[in-house]
């Protein structure tokens, strides 16, 4: 099943099942009670949403071996822990903004995102899968200059924009086997399985919930494979103009374009 959160022509915003070419209209807590309305649009007459804006946006860093390689670091002993604002969030279709004080760096990280759908503390790696709504592709955008100079990653992971999400939440899924790829302007830049992340999916909500209640909606970007574009000899750079698509097998395609800062009027509520 694929849960979709959209945006009708006269502005609504309601949730929906992807059947085909439609969406099939649902009421409810979609993290709790729903049921079908009996109303059905066409997907091609709405503009998709992130499926969901998460009350926590929790990342995972170096969880591909050959990332962290190509980054001249060793395989984690642990999970590499970090949070992106939930400002961050953008939509499938939407314009990534380069950000005026950090334009010259911003890369891309194509992840598969967890939607936890229940409240999660403390729970085994054989019930973490228990726990979970379903998946969406994300794109975990970084102005690696940021990261490099100020020392931590808060700020470069954070900008407007830096967290697309979508198109939508597929509930069926293995995540152990979800092939992970980022398409530039027509070139597969990343491209590998989620089975060769050092920590599962399992492992990851298992141990997060050790050290942080994982709250019904919370997502979890579970980390990039190798060939990010600061890797790249030359570096290769976000800019204006750039179209970037997280395609994860069994889910679907998460398109962006890329935007300078000042364009935001622009790209921002266009349907």
């Known amino acids: 099943m694929r849960f979709a959160r959209f945006q009708s022509k006269d502005g609504s915003i309601r949730h929906g099942i992807v059947e085909g070419d439609a969406i099939a209209v649902i009421a409810g807590d979609l993290l709790g009670s729903r049921q079908r309305t009996g109303e059905g649009v066409r997907l091609s007459d709405v503009r998709l949403l992130a499926p969901i804006i998460p009350p926590n946006l929790i990342a995972i860093g170096r969880n591909y071996l050959a990332h962290a390689q190509e980054g001249n670091d060793d395989a984690p002993k642990a999970p590499i822990v970090f949070i992106k604002t939930t400002s961050a969030i953008t939509d499938p279709g939407a314009a990534i903004l380069v950000p005026a004080m950090a334009p010259n760096e911003v890369d891309y990280e194509a992840e598969l995102a967890v939607v936890i759908a229940k409240t999660a503390r403390d729970v ?77 999916v399992r492992h990851l909500i298992s141990y997060l919930s050790r050290c942080m209640t994982l709250l019904p909606g919370t997502v979890i970007l579970t980390g990039t494979p190798a060939g990010c574009g600061f890797a790249r000899k030359p570096p290769v750079w976000l800019k204006p103009g750039d179209r970037v698509s997280v395609a994860i097998d069994g889910i679907g395609e998460l398109t962006n374009t890329v935007a300078a800062a000042t364009a935001r009027a622009a790209h921002q509520g266009a349907f």
């Open 124 to 200: 085994s790696e054989a019930q973490a899968l228990d726990h979970v709504l379903g998946y969406t592709c994300a794109n975990d955008v970084s102005a690696r200059d940021c990261q490099r100079n100020d020392a931590q990653w808060a700020r470069g992971k954070c900008f407007d924009g830096f967290a697309p999400l979508g198109p939508w939440i597929e509930t069926e899924l293995d995540p152990t086997t979800a092939r992970v790829r980022l398409i530039l302007n027509g070139e597969t830049m990343q491209d590998a399985s989620s089975a060769l992340m050092i920590f599962s």
